[in-house]
């Protein structure tokens, strides 16, 4: 079982640019999760798939942010333009379904200057 | 949106001693759930909850699922030095419709643990 992979771990990148993140989720699970991290605001969750189809996007922070899910095993999620606020580390999860776990990749850390 | 009160919010303890933390909640959840979280990481189910009243050890984790559905508690025995990190806790509930499969976290609880 690899795990969630996300990539990439790192970016760093100017205010205005287009940001993406990807994912690529646990093989067979088919609920499909972006979370924000922050200090200040903790674990925020963005948006949720399930079977590729977007769930809820209630978190999501502005028109800035979107995200897509084009098959089982990717998605990602893009901001753009980009601005310092939306600095912090952004992780994928997976899960089965309904009542199972959550599994969560190592995250991307964005800064955005 | 939904809260989940995690407490404490730090932790400093020695070697060797025993740790407890907990989670409140205002509604109600059909899973519980607590995480870890090391730097550079992202979190790591440690013991997931499923029934009211459910009493849960994973080697010297040991975590309950309360019987009113609105809290949860974890506890580590013999802390040791590798217990350093974030704990989360987190709420699941099951039905229809966009609140289907969402976790709600707590703030977390860093515990940090003196040699």
């Known amino acids: 079982d690899a795990g969630v992979i996300q990539s990439p771990r790192h970016e760093v990148t100017e205010m205005g640019q287009e940001v993406t993140l990807r994912c690529k989720p646990i093989?067979?699970?088919?609920?499909l999760f972006w979370y924000r991290q922050t200090m200040m605001r903790g674990l925020e969750l963005l948006i949720y798939?399930?079977?590729?189809?977007?769930?809820?996007d209630s978190g999501m922070p502005e028109d800035r942010f979107s995200a897509k899910m084009p098959n089982a095993s990717f998605s990602t999620l893009k901001i753009q333009p980009s601005e310092p606020r939306d600095s912090a580390v952004y992780f994928c999860a997976s899960s089965r379904g309904t009542d199972s776990p959550l599994h969560f990749g190592n995250g991307t850390r964005l800064t955005v200057t | 949106g939904q809260q989940l009160n995690q407490s404490p919010q730090s932790m400093f303890i020695q070697e060797g001693e025993d740790v407890s933390m907990n989670c409140t909640s205002s509604s109600i959840f059909n899973t519980w759930l607590w995480y870890k979280q090391d730097p550079g990481e992202g979190p790591v189910l440690l013991i997931a909850?499923?029934?009211?009243?459910e009493l849960t050890s994973n080697g010297r984790l040991t975590a309950q699922f309360g019987i009113t559905r609105k809290d949860s508690f974890l506890n580590i025995s013999a802390s040791i030095p590798s217990d350093v990190g974030i704990y989360f806790c987190?709420?699941?509930?099951?039905?229809?419709?966009?609140?289907?499969?969402?976790?709600?976290f707590g703030r977390g609880t860093q515990l940090t643990v003196w040699p």
């Open positions: 909850l499923y029934k009211a009243g």
């Open positions: 798939f399930n079977n590729n189809v977007p769930i809820d």
């Open positions: 987190a709420g699941q509930r099951s039905g229809r419709g966009s609140t289907l499969g969402r976790l709600y």
């Open positions: 093989s067979g699970h088919n609920s």
